[in-house]
């Protein structure tokens, strides 16, 4: 069962969000708040498995809480989803930053709103399909959230460690990787919690844009699809 807090501060959304996700039969809504103090609080009480946050919210911003849910200094670190009417430059690489998992519009398809969820439950994470070659522009061009180089992190990362890096530029889970590499999950975890300080990075999707702007990745075109992956 994949336990869901939702944070928003408009009644409908949440109540929406709550009826959706509360439908399906592997999803448990555990907790709703209206304002981003409220969110962190029944965050660190409820410990979900995936936070949804708006953005713009009384008390503290969904970029504030999720920087305090899925940080860096989090423990534990809970997964975020952000699911805001805004794809202002500002949110969305500040989202980022925080080290969400995923970021969707609201105008998102419900069954696309669920699917996101569940992926970023299982470890993957999820960025709206219209955003994701502005993302990837972005960061090539900005070269600010990792300042560490291609050239650099090939004498920092062991053989075992660019060999996950390449796996989670591919979509795979922890999981995943662990049955492609014949490892436990414990072990992909444990390369993974050494390998994103090496980078300069703070999060599993923050790695993989590291990877294609440093080029060990090749670019997506126009018909490649947005998933990333994301924390786990």
Same mark, same amino acid.
Not at 130 to 156: K, N, S, Y
Not at 183 to 201: D, F, I, N, Y
């Given at each position: 069962?994949?336990?869901? /807090? ?30 981003? $103090? ?7 009480? /409820? ?5 949804? #946050? ?15 849910l899925?940080?860096p ?6 997964p975020? #989803? ?7 430059? *500002? ?5 980022? !930053? %925080?080290?969400?998992?995923?970021? =969707?519009?609201? &105008?998102? *398809? ?5 699917? %996101? ?8 994470? $999820?960025?709206?399909?219209? =955003?994701?070659?502005?993302?990837? @522009? !972005?960061?090539?061009? @900005? ?14 990362? $062991? ?8 796996? =989670? ?5 922890? &999981?995943?990787?662990?049955k ?6 414990? $072990? ?10 090496? =980078?300069g ?16 990745? %090749? ?14």
């Amino acid at each position: 069962m994949i336990r869901v /807090l939702i944070a928003d501060d408009q009644h409908l959304v949440r109540a929406g969000l709550s009826v959706l996700l509360g439908a399906e039969a592997d999803v448990e809504v555990v907790g709703v708040a209206a304002d981003g $103090t409220e969110a962190l609080r029944l965050a660190r009480e /409820l410990v979900p498995d995936v936070a949804c #946050l708006d953005i713009r919210m009384p008390g503290r911003s969904g970029i504030e809480v999720a920087a305090e849910l899925c940080g860096p200094d989090a423990d534990p670190a809970i997964p975020v #989803l952000v699911l805001t009417t805004f794809d202002v430059d *500002e949110y969305l690489f500040g989202a980022l !930053e %925080a080290g969400v998992s995923g970021f =969707l519009l609201k &105008d998102t *398809e419900p069954d696309a709103i669920v699917h %996101a969820v569940r992926q970023v439950a299982a470890g993957r994470g $999820t960025i709206d399909q219209t =955003l994701t070659r502005r993302i990837m @522009r !972005e960061f090539v061009q @900005r070269r600010r959230l990792h300042p560490v180089t291609a050239e650099r992190a090939g004498d920092l990362l $062991t053989p075992r460690e660019h060999e996950i890096l390449l796996l =989670l530029a591919q979509g795979m889970s922890n &999981d995943e990787i662990s049955k492609t590499l014949v490892v436990e999950v414990a $072990t992909v975890k444990s390369h993974l919690a050494r390998m994103l300080p090496k =980078l300069g990075v703070r999060s599993r999707l923050q790695a993989v844009v590291w990877a294609y702007q440093n080029r060990v990745v %090749a670019v997506p075109g126009p018909a490649v699809g947005a998933t990333a992956t994301g924390s786990s």
